[in-house]
């Protein structure tokens, strides 16, 4: 029981020398990027990033039906399907 008392107090003085850290070096500020227009529009023009693994719309089926009229995006047999 002893030892998880010291460990608690390791940890609790831990984040008070952390807290400490933060204040004297600014404060601490929270930051989520991607939100505001500007940080997205920031983030295409940036060469330097990373190509994301998985995007918006990769998995769409190609033979969807458009709803907006009777057509199919692309042509398809129909005649084969059970």
């Not at 998880?4 to 404060?27: C, I, V």
């Not at 989520?32 to 995007?55: L, Q, R, W």
Request: charged share 25%; hydrophobic share 30%.
């Amino acid at each position: 029981m002893l030892q998880y008392k010291t460990r608690d107090q390791n940890y609790r003085d831990l984040a008070g020398s952390m807290r400490k850290q933060a204040l004297r070096s600014g404060g601490i500020t929270i930051y989520a990027g991607g939100i505001s227009v500007s940080d997205k529009e920031a983030n295409e023009d940036n060469d330097d990033m990373v190509t994301p693994a998985f995007t918006r719309g990769m998995f769409d089926d190609s033979f969807a039906i458009d709803k907006t009229s009777s057509n199919t995006t692309q042509e398809q047999d129909v005649s084969a399907w059970p």
